[in-house]
């Protein structure tokens, strides 16, 4: 029951399922969550991001902050930002202003070259370098860009809420309050692997959106998005 608790509104994602919701190898979102257990103790073994869920039947799983997390980290390398830059900024992040999940956190920014966060300086939001060129350097905000154009936020806190993995507008929500974190289709709560299984199983996009009383295009778009991820990620 306390195990069960725990889970409530936190989502749950096996690593291979991330890896598809991501577009990341499995083995890196391994390596980033987990660290290299075999190898010896050093800070570049370390993982980047901290677990909130306990082992489930035996496998290690990702929550909703996690898998934002983990995002993160995948476009701060498409960027070609090194891991020992991104882990500085964690550090420093974790350790000096006290962020919890700072890599799931609104207030991150950035040019394309260097991580920027927008610090509380007495009462006033200031945005500076987190690590790299000079850090603690305040900057203009009108340099640099948020991440997160397809996230949506809690205002009291400023931590991811809901994601939007085809876009604000895609109609495909990822929201841990609902089917355990699943896609599913906005306003209605269909999972759409569901509506994708029962697409491939012969059904037409008519008879589903009658069963399950929601647009016949949200069943054809959910059919497309698990059709993109399955396609697949690369090993």
Request: aromatic share 8%; charged share 25%; net charge negative.
């Amino acid at each position: 029951m306390t195990k069960q608790i725990l889970l409530v509104g936190k989502g749950i994602y096996s690593f291979p399922r991330a890896s598809q919701l991501i577009g990341v190898p499995t083995q890196n979102l391994r390596r980033w969550a987990l660290g290299r257990p075999g190898k010896p103790a050093s800070i570049t073994s370390q993982p980047l991001v901290g677990l909130e869920l306990p082992d489930i039947d035996s496998e290690r799983a990702l929550s909703f902050l996690n898998l934002v997390e983990l995002k993160l980290i995948g476009e701060f390398r498409h960027l070609g930002l090194p891991l020992q830059y991104i882990r500085r900024v964690v550090d420093v992040l974790e350790d000096s202003y006290n962020w919890r999940h700072p890599l799931a956190c609104r207030r991150l920014l950035t040019d394309g070259h260097s991580i920027f966060a927008e610090i509380d300086e007495r009462g006033e939001f200031a945005c500076i370098e987190v690590a790299g060129r000079r850090p603690g350097h305040v900057v203009l905000e009108e340099v640099v860009r948020p991440f997160f154009k397809d996230i949506e936020f809690y205002d009291e806190t400023d931590m991811a809420r809901r994601w939007f993995p085809a876009g604000v507008d895609g109609r495909i929500v990822i929201d841990p309050a609902v089917a355990l974190g699943e896609p599913t289709i906005a306003d209605y709560g269909v999972p759409t692997a569901l509506l994708a299984e029962m697409l491939a199983a012969g059904e037409s996009p008519a008879a589903i959106s009658e069963w399950y009383e929601l647009p016949a295009d949200d069943v054809i778009r959910a059919g497309r998005f698990e059709s993109s991820l399955t396609r697949g990620v690369a090993a």
